[in-house]
């Protein structure tokens, strides 16, 4: 897959991704972007080009992300060898997701790495790695839905209120609706 023949430092390109605002506060696309450089400046790499979706969810497929659609287009062009993500959960969050964008990168001569992980798939031992790791990505956010989904089950079995509060009313300590005050007139 990607060579350099010796014709000069290999070209990798970077994608960025975040989904949430939570996420951005632990694990900016800043954040990202620095580490990835720093690590191809380590490793002799030259970046041909950065591919940030800031605010994009991980289960939207890479060809239906705004910078995921330029990076595919730019590898038709044979502007980079390698992808270089700081996760692989970073490409996405589906196992699906993951695949089908390795795959288009693989139709693309375009081998997929990752900075933090020993993902390489220009060889037999990092394909293997991706797709144990890939199938780990969407195992973790199937488990984060089961777990929110039974913290709001049981927060409602124990009568808190879910939701929007009603206009005007409130929410008592035991987690009720409190009707308004009735407001009276005095003469």
Known sequence: MPSTNGHGPERIALCLRVSSEEQRGRETIEI?????????????????????????SGTISLHERPEGRRLLEDT????????????????????????DAHDRLRAAG????????????????????FQMLASFAEYERETIGERTRAGLHRAFKNGVQLGLIPYGYDISEDGAFVPPPTLTRSS
């Not at 990202?32 to 994009?56: N, P």
């Not at 044979?78 to 196992?95: N, P």
């Not at 790495?113 to 293997?128: F, Q, V």
């Open 110 to 129: 375009v081998a997929l790495k990752s900075a933090t992980e020993p993902i390489d798939t220009s060889n037999a031992s990092g394909r293997l790695i």
């Open 32 to 56: 990202q972007r620095d580490f990835l450089k720093e690590y191809c400046r380590l490793h002799g790499y030259e970046v041909a080009d950065t591919y940030a979706d800031d605010g994009v």
């Open 76 to 99: 038709k062009e044979g502007r980079f060898s390698t992808l270089l993500v700081y996760r692989l959960d970073r490409l996405g969050r589906s196992l699906l997701v993951i695949v």
